[in-house]
């Protein structure tokens, strides 16, 4: 299962970078990243990008991060992953939203995809490894 979850993390990770690089009205700095490697064609989609993509990828690797808890028990992983979607997803609601100052939604939008792109960097280098209660797991044995 953790492969399946890590998966669908990075998937989620890079469908909310992608996502960005079609919004140059909400995401000028992403965006002008996305024309300069030639995804300049998806700006005919923002707001199908900024309203339903970004939030679905963000929402993927977020639940994606969840699920894994259930495979390493590790609180602190788990939350540190889940900071990056969650940021990315109050930077996207609070600009289609109103609720933040545009300047105020992008860069927390801006932060989250950041900490999303290094939380993942920092998975594939040094990945999970199931964590068990103490009372659950075996001892090893000496054999003589």
């Given at each position: 299962?953790?492969?399946?979850?890590?998966?669908?993390?990075?998937?989620?990770?890079?469908?909310?970078?992608?996502?960005?690089f079609?919004?140059a009205?909400?995401?000028?700095?992403?965006?002008?990243?996305?024309?300069?490697?030639?995804?300049?064609?998806?700006?005919?989609?923002?707001?199908?990008?900024?309203?339903?993509?970004?939030?679905?990828?963000?929402?993927?690797?977020?639940?994606?991060?969840?699920?894994?808890?259930?495979?390493?028990?590790?609180?602190?992983?788990?939350?540190?992953?889940?900071?990056?979607?969650?940021?990315?997803?109050?930077?996207?609601?609070?600009?289609?939203?109103?609720?933040?100052?545009?300047?105020?939604?992008?860069?927390?939008?801006?932060t989250?995809?950041?900490?999303?792109?290094?939380?993942?960097?920092?998975?594939?280098?040094?990945?999970?490894?199931?964590?068990?209660?103490?009372?659950?797991?075996e001892?090893?044995?000496?054999?003589?």
């Open positions: 299962m953790s492969v399946i979850t890590r998966t669908i993390d990075k998937i989620g990770v890079i469908g909310a970078i992608v996502g960005s079609s919004c009205m909400c995401f000028p700095a992403a965006a002008t990243l996305g024309a300069a490697i030639g995804l300049g064609f998806l700006s005919h989609w923002e707001g199908l990008f900024v309203h339903w993509l970004i939030p679905i990828f963000a929402g993927v690797a977020l639940l994606a991060t969840v699920m894994d808890w259930f495979s390493h028990h590790q609180w602190q992983r788990t939350l540190l992953g889940s900071i990056g979607p969650v940021l990315a997803l109050i930077g996207v609601f609070g600009m289609t939203h109103h609720f933040l100052a545009k300047d105020q939604a992008r860069g927390i939008f801006y989250g995809l950041i900490v999303m792109f290094l939380i993942s960097i920092w998975d594939m280098v040094n990945p999970a490894n199931r964590r068990c209660a103490t009372g659950g797991c001892t090893p044995t000496q054999h003589g």
